[in-house]
């Protein structure tokens, strides 16, 4: 089975996000970049899935400017092949699962795991784009997955608990956060896979014209919450909610 991971690069979690003055985007200029955490989680099963004899075959991809460095890494920890598609262009969730369902038609890729969505922009939508334009199956926040002959058993989050479904292979899942913890690569690894090889792609390979369907318009910071406020017994917090916050009769 062949499996394929997409994977975005993305400004690491640990670092405060700062807006342009002009608000046409954040600061990306010497700060830190790293592989998006939802899409880690679906590079280590993969890898586990390989290790387990039932994957025969990773092969991530990413899509942007620079992303050396997160397919580097993905051959450090194990995979068998990496393909760039190299872009300066903001993509839609459109665009980027057109991209892809290319992709997976070219390398006869029998399973798509993926995060469930990327912590720069939050959409939440390139996965199930992507299994509707391969007519595949799909499974969303996926935190547990088994793999049954031609079927995947998916234990998904969902708001009313855990919900478990049975899909047919081909497919694509997508991943949340309890699914595994990611695995570090180790220096040797590191350093053997600054000579394997990454595949370049021009993307228009795979994409004539970018969907302009969304424009970003501006980017600000949320609005700062006041303080808080202590009060001394209950019938004072009774009273700020009824004559001052106005949320009680």
């Not at 586990?48 to 051959?75: C, F, M, Y």
């Not at 839609?92 to 290319?102: T, W």
Request: aromatic share 2%; glycine share 4%.
């Amino acid at each position: 089975m062949k499996v394929l991971v997409p994977m975005k690069r993305v400004i690491d979690y640990n670092v405060m996000i700062r807006i342009k003055p002009d608000h046409t985007g954040v600061v990306t200029d010497g700060v830190k970049m790293g592989i998006n955490p939802f899409d880690a989680i679906a590079l280590e099963e993969s890898l586990r899935l390989k290790e387990n004899k039932i994957a025969t075959h990773v092969t991530a991809v990413s899509i942007g400017p620079a992303s050396q460095d997160i397919l580097r890494l993905a051959l450090a920890l194990g995979v068998d092949e990496v393909i760039w598609i190299k872009t300066d262009l903001s993509l839609s969730p459109l665009d980027i699962a057109h991209i892809l369902s290319k992709i997976v038609k070219d390398e006869s890729c029998e399973l798509v795991l993926m995060g469930k969505q990327a912590i720069d922009d939050d959409c939440n939508q390139t996965g199930q784009i992507l299994a509707g334009l391969c007519n595949m199956a799909q499974a969303t926040f996926a935190s547990h997955i088994a793999i049954e002959d031609q079927h995947a058993v998916v234990a998904r989050e969902t708001d009313d608990g855990i919900e478990t479904v049975q899909i047919t292979l081909p497919a694509v899942i997508t991943v949340d956060l309890r699914l595994n913890e990611p695995r570090f690569a180790s220096l040797p690894q590191i350093m053997q896979a600054k000579s394997k090889p990454i595949r370049e792609v021009p993307l228009s390979t795979y994409l004539n014209a970018p969907c302009d369907a969304i424009t970003q318009v501006s980017v600000t910071a949320p609005t700062v919450r006041k303080a808080g406020m202590r009060v001394n017994n209950a019938e004072e917090l009774v009273y700020q909610l009824r004559h001052v916050a106005k949320v009680l009769p």
